[in-house]
Structures are given as structure tokens and as C-alpha cells.
């Protein structure tokens, strides 16, 4: 039996780290490293309501590019 049935965007966040204060800006900028996770409103609140234990399904559209796949 499913618990909660979310309906929500799933996207993908791109994070790029450590980023120096504003201050410290330059035309350009040294980063540690970029980050691809999974992000968006309701695939954020799946994950979190599944690792509470909880059932649970989504509903979202995803893209036909190398992210959605």
C-alpha cells in the first residue's frame, strides 16, 4: 500500500563548489568541483518521506535528454 502519492517536478541540480565570497569575484572563477543531483520539488520530498520510511510514489514529467535518462 502506498502512503503518500506526490505530484511535483523532477529536474536535475547542477552545483558548482566552493564558490569564493562575492567580494572575491573575478571575470573568472576557480571551483572545487561541479555536482549533478537529483532536485526538484517533489522528487526532493519522495526522497525524504522514503527515507522516513514512508511508501511512496511519484508522478513527474522527465526530459528525453542525457539527464532524463
Known amino acids: 500500500m502506498t502512503d ?3 505530484i511535483g517536478t523532477a529536474v ?3 552545483t558548482a563548489a566552493p564558490m ?3 567580494e572575491a569575484w573575478n571575470e573568472k572563477q576557480r571551483i572545487g568541483g561541479i555536482r549533478m ?3 526538484g520539488d517533489g522528487a526532493n ?3 525524504r518521506l522514503a527515507g522516513l520510511g ?3 510514489r511519484i508522478t ?3 526530459g528525453d535528454d ?3 535518462q
Do not use: E, K, L, N
Open 12 to 14: 536535475t541540480d547542477i
Open 37 to 39: 543531483t537529483t532536485g
Open 54 to 56: 514512508r511508501s511512496v
Open 20 to 22: 569564493p565570497p562575492a
Open 45 to 47: 520530498q519522495s526522497m
Open 60 to 62: 513527474a514529467c522527465v
Open 4 to 6: 503518500v502519492i506526490v
Open 66 to 68: 542525457t539527464a532524463g
